[in-house]
């Protein structure tokens, strides 16, 4: 995408921005992967996501479903991105059943770079295996969290020197 067409949550929010119903709506298929296919329906791959499940998730009317779909349809910089989007599965609430250890790191400045990068090297050079990595996005939320599955627990020095890093605002674990 040149930079003109290139889209950022704020601007697919602002397009929705005389509807906030709408707007309820765009925000699900965001944070849960959800495309649009050509027929207007709400999928998760090939699996049809009724939209009057969705109506009640976000508690609006079914035909604001049908609305928001059919401007994203219209639109084609909104069609490239719903018909484009996909989930993926997060291992965080099985890790207990897998015997995974989940560390969560709250940072302060998600924007700030290599935060990811940092984590997964101090966690590397102990030889600790990472399952998983998974990131909020600071346009969805206003702590953005950075999560890591692990083969095995972080030991509590490592824990320290993660926590004692200038980006980490608090660590828990799971």
Sequence with gaps: MTADQSASFEAIMEKFEDSPSQQRVIRLLLER???VNDDG???SGGIEIPNTGIAREVDVDRRVVDATTDAIL????????F?????????MDLAPVLDLAVMTVAVREAEESGIV???TELLADRDISIRQV???????TDQPRLYV????????DLLNEIRELAFVHKIELQ
Aim: charged share 25%; proline share 10%.
């Design 33 to 35: 992967g959800f495309s």
């Design 41 to 43: 329906r709400v999928v």
């Design 74 to 81: 219209e639109d084609p910089q909104l069609r490239r991105i």
């Design 83 to 91: 018909q484009n989007i996909s989930a993926i599965p997060s291992l």
């Design 117 to 119: 990068a940092t984590v």
């Design 134 to 140: 998974i990131t909020e996005d600071p346009e969805f």
């Design 149 to 156: 599955i692990t083969d095995d627990a972080v030991p509590g």
